[in-house]
């Protein structure tokens, strides 16, 4: 079993939606939450960084942490089609120079 | 604002071969970081870099190696090349254990 596990897709959603991405984990030392969207051949953009349980919004972008389930969440408001992506997401442990665990990615795809 | 360079963009090479990749990191951060992704994989970690010394060290083979110099770019160098080497090949940059940002990516073409 990964230690992250997302979600493949793909996921259709209509434009204007509201889209909803999770990842759970398994490994308690995680403590830095991150999501990242990856155009094809593209590297990973950084979208949100969280640490402690609760939420984050930017702009159209809410991130969700529930440490006590081991579960995370990315929620796109209003959704464009530019948001079509791959979406990402990675956590690691606190202290030191820890490397970043991702999920495999949810394939997003916004129809106009 | 800058971001992570790498180059080559693109590289073909044949088995058994050597390649070197280069990544140059934001300005003012410290920490490397090497992934390696394979078509429709999640970014695999080899390799990091903080202040020239390597500081963590994931799944990286032993024909690869990888260095951080004293203008803090990294190279990663491949030897012996393998078909399941081609991939994508991503370098990434922070400031110490902070958020990291990544470059655009290399794509190892082994023929």
């Known amino acids: 079993q990964k230690e992250v596990e997302q979600d493949p897709g793909p996921l259709s959603v209509p434009e204007g939606a509201i889209v909803s991405l999770n990842c759970t984990y398994s490994?308690?030392?995680?403590?830095?939450f991150m999501w990242y969207r990856q155009y094809s051949r593209k590297g990973p953009e950084l979208l949100m960084y969280?640490?402690?349980?609760g939420n984050k919004e930017d702009g159209r972008f809410t991130a969700q942490v529930d440490k006590s389930s081991k579960y995370i969440s990315l929620f796109i408001r209003d959704s464009q089609p530019s948001d079509s992506a791959t979406y990402l997401c990675?956590?690691?442990?606190?202290?030191?120079?820890?490397?970043?665990?991702f999920g495999i990615g949810t394939k997003l795809q916004v129809i106009p | 604002a800058a971001g992570v360079i790498q180059s080559p963009r693109h590289l073909i090479k044949e088995k058994r071969e050597t390649a070197t990749l280069k990544c140059y990191p934001i300005?003012?951060?410290?920490?490397v970081y090497w992934y390696q992704q394979g078509p429709g994989q999640d970014p695999q970690f080899l390799i990091s870099?903080?202040?020239?010394?390597?500081?963590d060290k994931g799944s990286i083979p032993d024909r690869f190696s990888a260095q951080q110099f004293s203008d803090y770019h990294s190279e990663l160098n491949m030897s012996s090349l393998e078909l399941g080497d081609s991939a994508l090949y991503f370098c990434a940059s922070s400031i110490r254990i902070y958020e990291q940002y990544f470059g655009p990516g290399t794509r190892l073409t082994v023929t």
């Open positions: 969280t640490y402690s349980s």
């Open positions: 300005p003012r951060h410290d920490t």
């Open positions: 490994n308690s030392a995680f403590q830095y």
């Open positions: 870099f903080y202040e020239k010394m390597q500081s």
């Open positions: 990675a956590m690691r442990s606190r202290g030191g120079y820890q490397k970043v665990t």
